[in-house]
């Protein structure tokens, strides 16, 4: 990204090559009229570059991206070589405050974009960062987790037909990559539409720090950045596992209702037929195994310990993307 002067004014800073800053996002003020700011910090080289922008907790209850984010700053890879990094550890403060997904007026941010400057809490924290922030980068990283319960094994997840898009994906090196639409109302959505691409990674599950998926996010961030030219050789990652492109899946949902054991746990390859779990109920009356319906890998495994008739048990991919390797 090229800045008038070589300049990057953000968030009310002007932050010149070589510099470094903590801007603040401004959210909004609580109802005891104390102010609440999203620390964002800001790391430029005095080489030019790329601007790469990390995101995380558009969700409040998404630790693991949280953490994802707060390490990358710890291990300094947010200091680049060339151009600059930007790091948002935190979107939905309100959220992560509360321990909760969604925003104080019960809105969900990620299906609010781009956002409106006199609507709703959320969707005025959309349009802030939409306009405030977005329009100084060239590339985001932005990390999600599993909801209630369920756990994601770590996936990048893009749209299809985008030959650069499966290149960043295969050099993030995430397990999976799944081929998924861009949802309306959506952040990827929205930056897609403004032709920032956008890596959106999924690992593990809500409320919950996974030492493996924060690794493998890590570790994706800082190959992504290498690829890109920005950081020094020491921060270097090899390449540990190519990925499996996924270019469809399928929800397995519970025929009963009752207290449910899992069998596997989430990268599994499992067979059509083989049992990956049981459906039982407190007094001895039920015993109901849970079959694979088609073979593939578990993507996803609900790991609460009750289930309800319909609930989504496992995510088994159904048709991988064909490969010459």
């Known amino acids: 990204m ?4 070589g300049i990057l004014n953000i968030l009310g800073k002007a932050i010149k090559k070589g510099e470094s800053a903590e801007a603040k996002f401004s959210v909004a003020k609580l109802h005891t009229n ?3 700011d999203v620390p964002v910090i800001i790391h430029r080289s005095k080489k030019p570059g790329p601007t790469v922008l990390f995101t995380a907790g558009i969700h ?8 994802i984010v707060r390490q990358l700053i710890s291990k300094s890879v947010n200091k680049p070589k060339i151009g600059t990094i930007i790091c948002m550890p935190v979107i939905n403060i309100f959220g992560f405050i509360n321990l909760q997904r969604e925003f104080p007026d019960g809105r969900d941010l990620n299906r609010m974009f781009p956002g409106s400057k006199t609507g709703s809490l959320a969707g005025r924290v959309a349009h802030h960062l939409m306009n405030e922030v977005i329009p100084k980068v060239d590339y985001i990283v932005d990390f999600h987790t599993g909801g209630a319960n369920r756990f994601n094994a770590a996936q990048i997840r893009i749209q299809a037909g985008n030959s650069q898009h499966d290149a960043f994906a295969s050099i993030f090196a995430a397990p999976f990559v799944l081929y998924s639409k861009n949802i309306r109302k959506t952040f990827r959505n929205a930056c897609n539409k403004l032709e920032i691409p956008v ?3 999924e690992g593990g599950k809500s409320l919950s720090l996974d030492k493996e998926i924060t690794k493998i996010g890590v570790e994706g961030s800082t190959r992504f950045l290498s690829h890109l030219g920005m950081l020094e050789d020491t921060h270097e990652v090899p390449l540990a596992q190519k990925p499996v492109f996924v270019e469809e899946s399928k929800w397995l949902r519970a025929k009963y209702s009752g207290m449910f054991k899992t069998v596997f746990n989430v990268n599994t390859y499992v ?3 083989q049992i990956l779990g049981f459906i039982t109920d407190p007094f001895g009356k039920l015993n109901h195994a849970v079959k694979a319906t088609y073979s593939g890998y578990l993507i996803n495994v609900n790991e609460t310990p009750i289930v309800y008739q319909g609930d989504a048990l496992f995510h088994i991919t159904s048709k991988l993307k064909e490969t010459n390797d």
């Not at 090229?2 to 002067?5: A, M, S, T, V």
């Not at 409040?60 to 953490?67: A, H």
């Open 2 to 5: 090229i800045y008038p002067n």
């Open 60 to 67: 409040g209850d998404e630790v693991n991206g949280i953490e």
């Open 34 to 36: 104390t102010t609440v």
């Open 271 to 273: 067979e059509k037929g």
């Open 199 to 201: 890596i959106l990674f």
